[in-house]
Each structure stands twice: as C-alpha cells, then as structure tokens.
T-cell receptor, first 116, second 110 residues
Framework: DAGVIQSPRHEVTEMGQEVTLRCKPI?????LFWYRQTMMRGLELLIY????????DSGMPEDRFSAKMPNASFSTLKIQPSEPRDSAVYFC??????????????FGDGTRLSIL | GQNIDQPTEMTATEGAIVQINCTYQ??????LFWYQQHAGEAPTFLSY????GLEEKGRFSSFLSRSKGYSYLLLKELQMKDSASYLC???????????FGAGTTVTVRA
C-alpha cells in the first residue's frame, strides 16, 4: 500500500517567494496533520484536518502560513512570503481517527525547505 | 496542554538493553505513542499504550503508568540499526492530535 506522499522532497528558494508543499494522505484515512521539525523546536504540529475540515490551526506561526484540504486525497501548505526562519523539514501525516480510537499517525518522507 | 520530558541523549553497547523514560503532564489523556526517527528520515510508529502495563513487540517493549504520568520504552538486544531518535507523544482526551517530546537520541556502539 502507498504511504503518505509528499512533494517536493527538497525545495530551495529565495526569501519573499511563495512556497507550496503538497501531501497525499493514505487512502481511507480521515485525519491529516502538518508538522514542522527543526533542531531548536523539535516536531511541532502546525494544523490538522478531520474529514477535510480544519480542526486546530493554533500551531500555524503567522498569517504567512495557510493550509487547505479541498478533498480527502490532497492537502497543501503554503507560505507567502517565505522567510529564512521558515527553513525546516515539513512533514505531513495521516491517520484513521474517530472518537476514542488510537490509530497511529503515519508520516510522509517530508519536504526539506531552505529559504535563502 | 501537555508537558513532555525525556532525556536528550543515551549511549549503549551493541547487545545491551536501554530504557528511555518519558514523563508527561496533561489535563486529559487518551494514549501514549512511541516513534522512532532515523537521521534524515520520517518518524515511524513503534508502539502505543492506553492502559497501565507493559506492551511487548519483539525486542521493543513500552510501559505506561497513567497515575504517575510515566512511560518507558525498552530496547533489548541492541543493534547498530537502533541508533536513532525516539519520540514520546501524548494524545489528549477527545482529540486527534499528538504532542511530541523533544526526542531521545540513542547511539549504539560496537
């Protein structure tokens, strides 16, 4: 079975440019999570969706970040304008979630983002 | 929110046993997860505990005490490939998200 698929795997761009990260969750999973990982701050949850609806975006650093999930098989995380401090590895994860269940989250390979 | 603590680094010898402790403070709790992350790779799921006690999966075991807000991951018969970061994560009650600890980097030496 295909796992969580993220693209691109690597992105290098200049500050001020728009960056779009893409994620395809595992088929049948109804929750999708966007994380950012840095040495300083570890793995941080940015936003998560359940049944395509954003549930908690309290981790989104500021208005420059936005995320969408137009359907069950696709999500985007956009940074506009990008800044050097946004450089990090961005992971997407998905799981099958319902109240009381403990299905694990499965992570994609991540996007390594460098803003120059 | 959750306050999750785990040691930063541990070193052990090939064939030995290592125990990684995790303590947490949370207003509501619905499960504790352990993930393994090799350098430059994504986290991968290892185990989860909901009830008190020990869960065993081959060379890896995880223990939970809900009353003490404490868990540990036990790695037995260490192999070089076990060198990785191990992340403890807590799921709040009636929520789908996980809060991750900073991770424990385990180095296995020959």
């Amino acid at each position: 079975d295909a796992g969580v698929i993220q693209s691109p795997r690597h992105e290098v761009t200049e500050m001020g440019q728009e960056v779009t990260l893409r994620c395809k969750p595992i088929s049948g999973h109804n929750s999708l999570f966007w994380y950012r990982q840095t040495m300083m701050r570890g793995l941080e949850l940015l936003i998560y969706f359940n049944n395509n609806v954003p549930i908690d975006d309290s981790g989104m650093p500021e208005d420059r970040f936005s995320a969408k999930m137009p359907n069950a098989s696709f999500s985007t995380l956009k940074i506009q304008p990008s800044e050097p401090r946004d450089s990090a590895v961005y992971f997407c994860a998905s799981s099958h979630s319902d109240r009381g269940s403990n299905q694990p989250q499965h992570f994609g390979d991540g996007t390594r983002l460098s803003i120059l | 929110g959750q306050n999750i603590d785990q040691p930063t680094e541990m070193t052990a010898t090939e064939g030995a046993i290592v125990q990684i402790n995790c303590t947490y403070q949370t207003s509501g709790f619905n499960g504790l997860f352990w993930y393994q992350q090799h350098a430059g790779e994504a986290p991968t799921f290892l185990s989860y505990n909901v009830l008190d006690g020990l869960e065993e999966k081959g060379r890896f075991s995880s223990f939970l005490s809900r009353s003490k807000g404490y868990s540990y991951l036990l790695l037995k018969e260490l192999q070089m490939k076990d060198s990785a970061s191990y992340l403890c994560a807590v799921r709040p009650l009636w929520d789908y998200k996980l809060s991750f600890g900073a991770g424990t980097t385990v180095t296995v030496r020959a």
